[in-house]
Nanobody
Framework: QVQLVEYGGGAVQAGGSLTLSCTAT????????MGWFRQAPGKEREFVAA????????NYVDSVKGRFTISRGNAGNTIYLFMNNLQAEDTAVYYC???????????????WGQGTQVTVSS
């Protein structure tokens, strides 16, 4: 069983930056593709970014390309999301999840974190 715990949400003004982290306990995720997702009020959860098990490959939703960066550390058991130039439309609860079927087809996700709120004011 994998437990995923996210940290780093908060409130910022438009143009600001935040870093989210997601740490796995219980079982290693170092051999799993992992991702970040978000859910805005009244909307379905959507894919944001994915990273391969090795960290060598990534994929992003078009709306965050050039602004967000996903990476992994801690021997592959912590996933980060560096978010720059945040905009009001980035306001959502952010979740890490995995393992993913692939970086472009996440498939059903077995494990989710509890979510962390990101609020961007314009």
């Amino acid at each position: 069983q994998v437990q995923l715990v996210e940290y780093g949400g908060g409130a910022v003004q438009a143009g600001g930056s935040l870093t989210l982290s997601c740490t796995a306990t219980g079982r290693s995720i170092s051999n799993s593709h992992m991702g970040w997702f978000r859910q805005a009020p009244g909307k379905e959860r959507e894919f944001v970014a994915a990273i391969s098990w090795s960290g060598a490959n990534t994929n992003y939703v078009d709306s965050v390309k050039g602004r967000f960066t996903i990476s992994r550390g801690n021997a592959g058991n912590t996933i980060y999301l560096f978010m720059n130039n945040l905009q009001a439309e980035d306001t959502a609860v952010y979740y890490c999840g995995g393992p993913l079927r692939s970086l472009w087809d996440t498939g059903p996700v077995d494990y989710w974190g509890q979510g962390t709120q990101v609020t961007v004011s314009s």
